[in-house]
């Protein structure tokens, strides 16, 4: 469970990163954007994108509709971890989320990102 929506938030804009759509994310939630494209099955997006903008909507607030299916079959081998690491952190609560976005967040200037 994430500990309040600042948590939250940090995490879904960590998975949005990896499609290069953190844009669509602010500090209280989904841009005005980000609810036109899930609203429109992610328009012109590729299908790759609009499946991590339906998975941070299912993060948010479960308006997302990302189907298990497509998040197992269609996420490679850099997003699928991502998603199914952060699913384990929710379930073990607010400082296992704390360890995931440290672990995939942003990493100091001066250090390379861990590889997994």
């Known amino acids: 469970m994430f500990r309040n929506e600042a948590q939250q938030v940090a995490a879904v804009r960590i998975l949005l990163r990896s499609v290069r759509l953190e ?8 841009t005005d954007h980000a609810n036109q494209l899930i609203d429109h099955k992610g328009g ?30 269609d996420l490679d081998g850099t997003r699928l971890p991502l998603v199914a690491n952060l699913m384990i952190a929710v379930g073990q609560g607010a400082e296992a989320v704390d360890q995931w976005i440290a672990d995939y967040g942003d990493p100091p200037a001066s250090q390379p990102r861990p590889r997994r």
């Open 44 to 73: 012109a997006m590729s299908h790759g994108e609009t499946l991590m903008l339906q998975v941070a909507f299912d993060f948010w607030n479960g308006w997302g509709l990302a189907k298990f299916a497509d998040v197992v079959n």
């Open 23 to 30: 844009h669509l994310w602010q500090d209280n939630g989904p």
